[in-house]
């Protein structure tokens, strides 16, 4: 149980364009989401926290316009990467915990991004 | 506010030999730990966690972990290394339930045969 499932895996596309990722609980459901974005050979850092059916907060330094967030029922969290730059390439991951308790994150398996 | 320190980006041990991934946190309430293990260009997977229950915690394949308060740190351990332990580890550490986590920079682990 507590399967984390995120498409697409890899992704890539032109400067200026819009990407979007998605982020699902398969078997439980999950008031809150995070999304959290990985350089090569570094640690996760977090980008927002995602909470159903309201606006995402934000990492202080995160660009809410650039990168928009959806949380639109409790099973999907979307992550939009607006106008998108190379610098945003990147491997974004989500997590999610289950609406009560044991308290930890369950992980997808991440989204490969790169902005020619 | 929490934080966590992983003391060591790279660790290499033999086959068969223990290993130890230091982690050590910073909270300024009772805290929830974990340990992540990473797989190239995979999520996150948990192998335990620490949530104010038994100290000692045991996860999967194998690994365990001890939360000693008085030195503000949760090692993991595991008796004998095997080949498919090579991968990236990740201390975390949050405040609450469903809040948010922090992590540790990693610690990359390679088993030599």
């Known amino acids: 149980g507590a399967v984390v499932s995120q498409h697409p895996s890899r992704v890539i596309c032109k400067s200026g364009t819009s990407v979007k990722i998605e982020c699902r609980s398969l078997d439980f459901q999950a008031t809150t989401m995070f999304w959290y974005r990985q350089f090569p050979k570094q640690s996760l850092m977090l980008m927002a926290t995602?909470?159903?059916?309201?606006?995402?907060?934000?990492e202080q330094g995160v660009e809410k316009d650039k990168f928009l967030i959806n949380h639109a029922s409790l099973t999907l969290s979307t992550l939009t990467v607006t106008s998108a730059h190379p610098e945003d390439s990147s491997f974004y991951i989500c997590?999610?915990?289950?609406?009560?308790?044991?308290?930890?994150?369950?992980f997808g398996p991440g989204t490969r991004l790169t902005v020619t | 506010a929490q934080s966590v320190t992983q003391l060591g980006s790279h660790v290499s041990v033999s086959e068969g030999a223990l290993v130890l991934l230091r982690c050590n946190y910073s909270?300024?309430?009772?805290?929830?730990l974990f340990w992540y293990v990473q797989y190239p260009n995979q999520g996150l997977q948990l192998l335990l966690k620490?949530?104010?229950?038994?100290?000692l915690v045991k996860g999967i394949n194998g690994f365990e972990a001890e939360f000693k308060k008085s030195e503000t740190s949760f090692h993991l351990t595991k008796p004998s290394a095997h080949m498919s332990d090579a991968a990236e580890y990740f201390c975390?550490?949050?405040?609450?339930?469903?809040?948010?986590?922090?992590f540790g920079t990693g610690t990359r682990l390679a088993v030599r045969p």
């Open positions: 909270s300024s309430v009772p805290p929830y």
């Open positions: 997590s999610a915990g289950p609406l009560a308790g044991p308290y930890e994150q369950y």
């Open positions: 975390a550490v949050s405040g609450s339930s469903g809040d948010k986590l922090t």
């Open positions: 995602s909470n159903e059916g309201s606006k995402a907060t934000y």
């Open positions: 620490y949530t104010s229950a038994a100290t």
